[in-house]
């Protein structure tokens, strides 16, 4: 079993990230690591059919619920925030009680940002079972919910009790769902680690094919970086604003196709194409290193330009509803060079023009 | 001016509570406080007439909206947080902009919980203009709205950046209200200082009549005693929990008239006054001290008995639904002396219900 472990400012919150094949029907290690006698399971009806028994087979003598939520970025809204306070407040949880959020991005989200609320906080265990929830989102505390006018807006920094992840689930997830996750471990390469992004050049067939080393592989690297940056940058200072590549870009089109059109890994997978033809026309990578850029995301199967029902100036404009918007200037994650990033305001607005029309 | 500096766990959350009459007119002082370029008001209609043009006085060049909330305990729901939010995402605020939360309790609470959640966090700056709200809700980080099943079930730690009080407005307040605020004042000096209750019993008259110089001695002893605790005890793991002697009592007596028989420093009072009950019946207090409790509450004009429609029984079991029951039991704050209180759970049920019944 892997373990990483996450030291936060406020010392109580520090918690493990645990890594391990099998590691759901490890009765044990969950019973263990579940302090709380009230646990609030949160899924959707899919994943908890597939893996909510083995999970409650550890939690001995617990009182436990269930709230199911219907699946998809469109039910990630107060209304399903409210369900499960509401169903804590029907059971009457206490203040020591706990929500385990057994899903993908979406259930972590919404469960971390119950947790953070219910009585001014209660534990939350992350069981993330996406590959994008796996390295990304289950990692550092974001928890929210989207407002019709914009996404994550509603939310809260609340760090989880554990981190819990079995690579063994991405077996049966979606292909769809597998590739939209490798668009946020590409990311982590180009954010600052060449070295893993040639790794990911070299071995994409294997990763493609689930080979199980090579996913506990790219799930350890990829959550340690996040952890390393989550670390130096608990609440988005600066350096975690990195990890946004591609995400400006991302969030407008998913805000332009309803959060409907694309899944998240799929429109910063555009986002970071986006990126790289801006890097390129400011001279800051090579031609060759944007166009290494695009083959990756190619050979992890995502998509590199947008639907052409979407207009130029349309997607610039959604832009500007970025969290990272200050004082009315848009902030971008940009190259610095080839796999090194850094966040900046300086880009012209015909470059970031001529970027996006280049992704058409 | 009076300045009371909160240093707290994180330190980019340190802040000031700052006391003064006349404050709201000092407009550099309030132009330097608030840093934000987006502030956004939320108050109620009565409040804001009387002195939001002072504020936006001081709020030079600053792009200003208002949410102006209905009166009462029973708006302070998600429906009224929700509003704060669709206006500030309808206006466009950033991450980087502020709420002022220009009310009493329930104001600041909702606006401090909008300012929680809102993109996961933008500052609030509190402006209490309600007794009650000067001397306890507006500081420490509390907030929150209730469900229909509890009273502040939902909601987040959130400091406030600064906290501004001008003990003037105090004189517009409803004289209920001054009164219901009177009960948490005279708690500070029950839980652990003799000097400040003494100095309450020599000088009620003069409080009563609002002298100015008194208000702001009570104001700023009592502001100073709950930052002493916060300070010790940001996230209520124990010593904070002793500001809610009279709490649990109270709580049970707003439950059962439905939050609008009692203003809630009136059920504490009460509340204040069975906790006595119970340490004669328990023989921590004298019963000199008893009657000086009871005769200090009456001297602010606070009831010490409830309507004798409530069933001694029924106030009890009311009192389960508060949060500091932990594992079914009923946890007190309790005299262990005359003024100095403690947290504890060894009460026997049938002297708590003799001391309710006392107080009939």
């Known amino acids: 079993m892997k373990q990483i472990e996450v030291k936060l400012q406020r010392q109580n919150q520090d918690y493990s990230i645990l890594i391990a094949n099998s590691l759901l029907s490890n009765e044990d290690l969950i019973n263990s690591t579940v302090k ?13 059919d597939l893996y909510a028994e083995k999970i409650k087979n550890g939690l001995k003598n617990r009182q436990i619920i269930e709230v199911i939520l219907p699946e998809g970025e469109e039910y990630k809204n107060i209304s399903s925030w409210g369900k499960i306070l509401d169903a804590m407040m029907q059971n009457r949880f206490a203040r020591d009680s706990a929500i385990l959020a057994l899903g993908g991005g979406v259930i972590g989200d919404l469960a971390g940002f119950a947790a953070a609320s219910f009585q001014r906080g209660v534990a939350v265990y992350q069981v993330p079972t996406s590959l994008l929830a796996q390295v990304d989102s289950s990692i550092g505390g974001k928890t ?9 807006m509603i939310g809260a920094f609340w760090q989880p009790k554990a981190v819990l992840i079995d690579p063994e689930v991405l077996r049966t997830l979606p292909e769809r769902e597998f590739t939209a996750g490798m668009g946020e471990v590409i990311k982590y390469g180009l954010i600052n680690n060449l070295e893993f992004f040639k790794y990911l050049e070299e071995n994409f067939q294997a990763i493609n094919n689930k080979n199980p080393e090579h996913l506990a592989k790219i799930i350890t690297t990829s959550a340690q970086a996040k952890v390393d940056i989550v670390q130096a940058d608990e609440f ?6 990195l990890l946004n590549l591609g995400h400006t870009f991302g969030h407008a089109l998913e805000t332009l196709g309803n959060y409907t059109l694309y899944k998240h890994g799929e429109a910063v997978a555009i986002g970071i194409r986006i990126a790289a033809e801006l890097a390129a026309i400011e001279q800051k990578i090579s031609d060759e290193s944007r166009k290494r850029i695009c083959q990756i995301l190619t050979n992890f199967n995502l998509p590199i330009s947008y639907q052409n029902k979407f207009q130029v100036e349309d997607i610039y404009q959604a832009m500007f509803a970025d969290k990272k918007v200050r004082a009315g200037k848009l902030r971008l994650v940009k190259f610095r060079e080839f796999c090194n990033c850094e966040v900046s305001a300086d880009s012209k607005e015909k470059d970031i023009l001529e970027a996006i029309n280049l992704a058409k």
């Open 144 to 152: 929210g919910v989207n407002h019709e006018l914009g996404k994550n």
């Open 236 to 241: 988005e200072g600066g350096k975690r604003a």
């Open 36 to 48: 709380e006698r009230q646990v609030c399971i949160v899924s959707n009806q899919n994943i908890y």
